[in-house]
């Protein structure tokens, strides 16, 4: 078994910044794609970024391209979301998702438990 843990979130102003964290842990031989996704009241779960294998390559929801970065540190397992100029509509629980490989042919989807990010004056 594998356990995603978040951190990081809060409320903050319009304009300002948070930086989000997910760490995971347990029977892990490697993990593949890493990403964020949110889910405002009312709505269903969207994608926000994915980051891939090695690291190099970010891909954004048009909504955050711009002012969010998603990195990767694979020697400790963990995803970041560093989120800039954030807007009252990025306000959501954010979700991390990472495909792990936890050993020959067993690759599963795991979820982090959500962190709430409010964005309010």
């Known amino acids: 078994q594998v356990q995603l843990v978040v951190s990081g979130g809060?409320?903050?102003q319009?304009?300002?910044?948070?930086?989000?964290?997910?760490a995971a842990s347990g029977s892990i031989s490697s993990i593949n794609a890493m990403?964020?996704?949110r889910q405002a009241p009312g709505k269903g779960r969207e994608w926000v970024a994915t980051v891939t294998t090695g690291g190099s390559t970010g891909y954004y929801a048009d909504s955050v391209k711009?002012?969010?970065?998603?990195s990767r540190d694979n020697a400790k397992n963990t995803v970041y979301l560093q989120m800039?100029?954030?807007k009252p509509e990025d306000t959501?629980?954010?979700y991390c998702n990472m495909q792990?490989?936890?050993?020959?042919?067993?690759?599963r989807n795991?979820?982090?438990?959500?962190?709430?990010?409010?964005?309010?004056s």
């Open 92 to 94: 959501a629980v954010y």
């Open 35 to 37: 990403g964020w996704y």
């Open 66 to 70: 711009g002012r969010f970065t998603i």
């Open 14 to 22: 319009p304009g300002g910044s948070l930086r989000l964290s997910c």
């Open 100 to 107: 792990v490989t936890e050993g020959p042919g067993v690759t």
């Open 110 to 120: 795991y979820w982090g438990q959500g962190t709430q990010v409010t964005v309010s």
């Open 10 to 12: 809060g409320l903050v």
């Open 84 to 86: 800039n100029s954030l």
